[in-house]
C-alpha cells in the first residue's frame, strides 16, 4: 500500500494566503474551488462574497503540493509542533536563491540564516506572515 501526504493549511483567508506565496516564494496556484452557498450556509457563514472563500485549494512551490482552505470552523491557531522542510536536494544555489528572496523581504522573520549545517549540506529557517516556520535545505546527506 502507497500513499502520499501533503501538508494541509488552514487560513482566515486562503485565497489571500495563495496569492502571498505566489509572491513571496514564488508559487503556482494549481487549483481553488470557493464554498458553495450550501457548504456556506450550513456553516453559518454569509453568502454575499463565496467567490473570496475556500474551501479547497492547491498550490505548489518548487514543484511541491500544499494543499490549504478557509478555517470555517474558527480561527486558525500557529503551532512549535509543525515545521515544513523544503528540501532541495543537491541544489544549493536554488535553496540559497529562495532563502535569500524570502530573508529580503519583511514579511517573513529569519530565525536561522542560510548556512553549513551540522549535519552536513546548508540550512536556514524562516517564520512566514502567517506563523509557519520553513526550513530551506540542500546537501544534507540523505541516508
Known sequence: MTAKIYPYLTFENAREA???YVEQFGAEI?????????QAESLGLALDDL???????????????????????????????????LDFGGDEAGAKALFERLAASDAQRVTLPFGSHELGGNL????????????????????
Open 18 to 20: 495563495m496569492h502571498y
Open 30 to 38: 494549481i487549483y481553488r474551488q470557493p464554498l458553495s452557498a450550501a
Open 51 to 85: 467567490d473570496a472563500t475556500t474551501a479547497h485549494g492547491e498550490f505548489s512551490i518548487v514543484g511541491q503540493k500544499i494543499v490549504c482552505a478557509d478555517a470555517t470552523m474558527g480561527n486558525p491557531q500557529t503551532s512549535s509542533l509543525i515545521s515544513l522542510l
Open 124 to 143: 536556514g529557517q524562516i517564520v512566514d506572515q502567517y506563523g509557519i516556520t520553513w526550513l530551506i535545505s540542500a546537501g544534507i546527506p540523505q541516508e
